[in-house]
Nanobody, 121 residues
Framework: QVQLVESGGGSVETGGSLRLSCVVS????????MGWFRQAPGKEREGVAE???????NYADSVKGRFTISKANAGNTLYLQMNNLKPEDTAMYYC???????????????WGQGTQVTVSS
């Protein structure tokens, strides 16, 4: 059974930084795409960043230059380093995974429960 567990969320002031982590267990596909999504209250879920098994990365325009996605432990741990945070980054952040190459934040099969990020002005 595939499980994704996020951590690292919290409350910071504008300009601050946070590092989100996502530990993946029960996932054995060599070809994969792993990503971060977020959903703010009253808004649709949006893709933030994704990385596939070949290392190709994709970022939402709103986070380019501020957020960095990476993975470690043969893909069992996914990170999102978030710098220069803004109030509009406030949302629940979810990690996701699927056994495919990344396709521009297309639907993912496996999801975590989310971790809250709150940025105050």
């Amino acid at each position: 059974q595939v499980q994704l567990v996020e951590s690292g969320g919290g409350s910071v002031e504008t300009g601050g930084s946070l590092r989100l982590s996502c530990v993946v267990s029960g996932y054995t596909y060599s070809k994969h795409c792993m990503g971060w999504f977020r959903q703010a209250p009253g808004k649709e879920r949006e893709g933030v960043a994704e990385i596939d098994s070949d290392g190709a990365m994709n970022y939402a325009d709103s986070v380019k230059g501020r957020f960095t996605i990476s993975k470690a432990n043969a893909g069992n741990t996914l990170y999102l380093q978030m710098n220069n945070l803004k109030p509009e980054d406030t949302a629940m952040y979810y990690c996701a995974a699927d056994h495919k190459y990344c396709e521009g934040f297309a639907e993912f099969r496996y999801w975590g429960q989310g971790t809250q990020v709150t940025v105050s002005s």
